[in-house]
């Protein structure tokens, strides 16, 4: 069978990946029952291979160097329902539960809680959570 753009045939389903220069690939976490854009994170080879593996959102945290499994310290796992790559082949897709309805450390849902409003960012979204109530204190 002759490949198409639509049907990848790869023997590792990483390898249809464009992984930029650092071997990562930006990542949208979007929330599977609403719609609602929830954050952008950074994925590599095993961060994603792991999450397709354990259903679970794992990231590669480039400010700590080492794989971050969202929730480990808030208890706000993602759980995954679907994971898709966009047709340029460089953005991964998750459409997650969102557990605990938070996915911003900032303790909000989502990390796109701000809007430009003139020339001035103005946040739009209450904090749910007080973040150090989540973290301790920061």
């Not at 208890?75 to 329902?81: A, D, E, P, T």
Request: proline fraction near 3%.
């Amino acid at each position: 069978m002759k490949d198409s753009p639509d049907n990848v045939n790869t023997t590792d389903w990483l390898d249809a990946i464009r992984w930029n220069d650092d071997g990562l690939v930006p990542a949208i976490a979007q929330d599977a029952e609403t719609g609602d854009i929830l954050m952008m994170a950074w994925m590599n080879r095993e961060s994603l291979r792991l999450t397709a593996e354990e259903g679970q959102a794992i990231y590669w945290s480039r400010s700590r160097a080492r794989l971050w499994r969202k929730g480990e310290s808030s208890g706000h796992q993602q759980l995954v329902k679907d994971i898709r790559l966009d047709c340029d082949e460089d953005v991964i897709l998750l459409k997650v539960e969102q557990k605990g309805g938070i996915a911003c450390h900032t303790g909000r849902k989502s990390c796109f809680y701000r809007t430009l409003e003139g020339d001035q960012w103005i946040s739009v979204e209450p904090v749910i959570k007080d973040p150090d109530a989540i973290y301790g204190k920061l």
